[in-house]
């Protein structure tokens, strides 16, 4: 991590109204935290655009185990992506009702196109895709 360093930054009063309104709503205590914050989010997500960068993500889906043998494909598609499937949680929800959590890694494009053919298979009712990061990238 570097020094750290201070800098003005000149904006129109009503958009520092809206920003300082945006913030306290968010939780951050103050300015220097939110735009910290920001700034991280804008590189993680310029992160996702190299081909190489290593990414990871966090998939959540909802799905009905009896649908289709939705359970077996979406088990099969993991096996067939072993280098980008880190981690599956499993909960039982009900009798019908399955949640999955799955954890991915790999150049960004890659998970996100595997974790949208998650998210699309026949059978899933609910799923998000979150991006993430190493980290390595952020101070
Ligand atoms: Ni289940």
Redesign the pocket.
Known sequence: MGETVRFGVSLDADLLDSFDALIKKMGYDNRSEAIRALIREKLVEEEWQSPTAETFAVLFLVYD?HAMSVDRRLTDAQHEHLTNTVSTL?V?IDREN?LEVVVLKGPGQEIRSFGQSLLGMRGVKYGRLNMGTSGRRLA
């Open positions: 185990h499993h039982h399955c």
